[in-house]
């Protein structure tokens, strides 16, 4: 018989009621036994939202974690689920921690600015901007193997 209340669950979860009343209206966590208008959560509500948690604390979106509680007759079990969203977060894991190097040679390039004014700072940059587009574009066409036509 469920008998923890929005407020407890919400407390012991250290979040707000209106988010278990959002998780409920999204699927996430299934329509709750009401007494007396209030909504009151039985001990699998409590273990299904500790996945939520689980998968917010791993950076999942509320779309993502959704797709954890799909429906699971025609669809696989939840340790497959797990997986292919795992991987796909790792794979955006990657793709921010190569953002993030960059950006620290961006930050270490420019505490080496020595400009005194706007326009030179700007130009900088600009100049900066091309060489690497040029490097690319160069890098690019070197590695395009090239056709030899035949007469």
């Known amino acids: 018989m469920p008998d923890l209340t929005i407020s407890k669950v919400a407390k012991q979860f250290g979040i ?7 998780y409920e209206q999204i699927g996430v ?3 709750t036994y009401r007494r007396g208008g209030q909504r009151l959560y039985d001990e699998s509500a409590v273990r299904r939202l500790a996945i939520v948690q689980r ?3 791993l950076g999942f979106t509320i779309k993502e ?7 699971f ?5 939840i340790s497959e689920r797990w997986h292919s969203l795992c991987e796909a977060k790792l794979g955006d894991l990657e793709e921010r921690i190569e953002q993030i190097h960059e950006m620290q040679g961006m930050l270490r390039r420019m505490m080496n600015c ?3 004014a706007f326009d030179q700072c700007g130009e900088a940059i600009l100049q900066g901007k ?4 040029l490097a690319q574009l160069e ?7 090239k056709k030899i036509g035949v007469r």
């Open 114 to 116: 020595r400009c005194a």
């Open 16 to 22: 707000r009621a209106s988010a278990l009343r959002y």
């Open 139 to 145: 890098a690019s066409e070197s590695s395009t193997p």
């Open 29 to 31: 966590l299934p329509a």
């Open 130 to 133: 091309r060489r690497r587009a």
């Open 55 to 57: 998968a917010r604390e």
């Open 73 to 77: 007759s025609c669809g696989p079990p």
């Open 65 to 71: 974690t959704q797709i954890l509680f799909a429906d």
